[in-house]
């Protein structure tokens, strides 16, 4: 079977090889068998070898949903009854974290930081210093939204110099970005399959150290469905998920990380700085600014400044892309338009050269002036 490929330049779900694609189409079968259960544990264990953890210290939990689970899970299992959360807020998926804990009426911190460059470190060791009840501290690793990278290895440090756990959203960068997660100082970090692997939608997992899942099964239970230790346990304890798992995703996933291994975590980092570098590429032929410097983009997301140009108009430019099998995605900072090009997916530098082509017809289509101006 020939499917059609699709060029998805959005943050995920990303572009999948067909091999990928097709693993998903195998006989009917009971997740409660035995099988299945063995496909899910072989998972789990390749989950955590990706970011270079030994399988005793670490674990991977596996939630069917989509990546938010992840940020929920963990933000509401890990907290013990009379501390307080600390946010490192600087961009729309730590924002979308403070939501989370506000919605459970957790007590936390939210300490904001521009969105625009890397945060403070100094001003997120004062909040440890001035608060000693903090019981973890979250920070996304590279916020999706803008492209910015964020210093893990130094605030997860900080955190456990203060006694706090630290917790970081790798959503957008894992299996991308290597990851070392000793060196990093990472308690939980977090994935979906859609990213990172290029697996398909509907499977994401936290991956956390087990003597603190382990401690946390005393922390206030805060919910039921999205609870890390329950998950945890009753894999450990019976080799299943608690509720019926994403079967074909599955088939997917285990695809997806076997052509991990095949392309190597070194290679698959090159080439998305290969994509990202033809991003670059082309946006300055045209003149196009970022939002962000590129010293402190993550390599994977570029949010590009809408021109000002009275003709300028993202929908008809995303439609005529679209229709010609490139999609491009808008931005997500507020007040201020953006739209964005992503390096995620199985996609190389060529793919990119050949949206270049389309964007600049679509752009003399609708007589957006080249090179872009900005007033
Ligand atoms: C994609 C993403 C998520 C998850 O988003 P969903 O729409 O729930 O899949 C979480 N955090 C970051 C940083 C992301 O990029």
Known sequence: MQVERKILLNPGP?????????????????????????????????????????????????FCGSGTICIDVTLNSLLDKDKKALVVQNGSYSQRACEVLKAYGMPFIELKQPIDEPPSLKEIERVLADNEDIGYVYMTHHETGTGLLNPIREVGALAHEYGAYFITDTTSSYAMIPIDIYKDNIDFCMASAQKGIMGMTGLSYVIGRRDIIEQSKDFPMRSYYCNLYLQYHYFETTGQMHFTPPVQTIYAAKQAIKEYYEEGEEAKWERHLRVMEAIHKGEDDIGLKEA???????????????????????????DYCYERGFTIYPGKIEQKGTFRLCALGAIDSEDIEAFWKVFREAMEHYEVEIPVRYV
């Open 292 to 318: 962000l410097k590129r010293e402190v983009q993550s390599g994977l997301v570029s949010a590009v400044r809408y021109p000002d140009d009275p003709n300028w108009d993202f929908d008809k430019i995303h």
């Open 14 to 62: 990303s572009t999948t090889t067909d091999t990928v694609k097709m693993a998903q189409v195998v006989p009917d079968i009971c997740p409660r068998e035995k099988e299945f259960g063995q496909i899910m544990a072989d998972i789990s264990r390749e989950l955590v070898r990706i970011v270079h953890g030994k399988n005793e210290d670490y674990a991977a939990v596996l």
